[in-house]
């Protein structure tokens, strides 16, 4: 078996481990940490997409990505904050879920400095005249704006608050899950039945 599998006898060396890789996914579009999924709730349903990790702080169990303002995730958030964030990574067989809470923040020295380090191609994204998952007729209705400063007030940054991580990793031995829990006043840590 891998050596993954044995750091989780240890559930701090474990924990420590899931954060390191989550901090890899960050800067390794290979991992696939990189590209989580995120789950927010729209009234009864629940939707699901793969986003990009930007920033990981172990210290704070904070998790960071990007978003159009104009987008479902954002809307949905705003609602709602009670948001999942869903990992595999199948060379470990490592399954990874942290929940949490998500909040907003657009229009803020904070995303201007993160703007202004945005190449031209990312900062694209933010450009379309009309909001991200609007209905058109044909492709060739997706119009571009040109002003960098209305791409600006559509770029949001999300802030994940991690308050719960889950992790089951199988194995042809011995499938073994645990559980951390964040809260403001201390941290547990237990294994659990897998």
Known sequence: ???????????????????????????????????PTLSTINGNMINSRTIILRKVDNKTKMLFFYSDSRSRKVLNIIQNNNVTVHLYEPRFKLQVQLYGHAKIENNSEKTKNIWSSLNSFSKKNYLSALSPGEKIDSLDNIKYNTDNEEAYCNFSLIYFKVTKLECLQLSDIKNIRVEFVYTESSNKKYYMVP
């Open 1 to 35: 078996m891998n050596n993954f599998s044995n750091f989780f006898s240890d559930l701090d060396k474990g924990e420590l481990k899931i954060w390191d890789l989550l901090a890899q996914g960050v800067v390794n579009k290979k991992s696939k940490f990189h590209t």
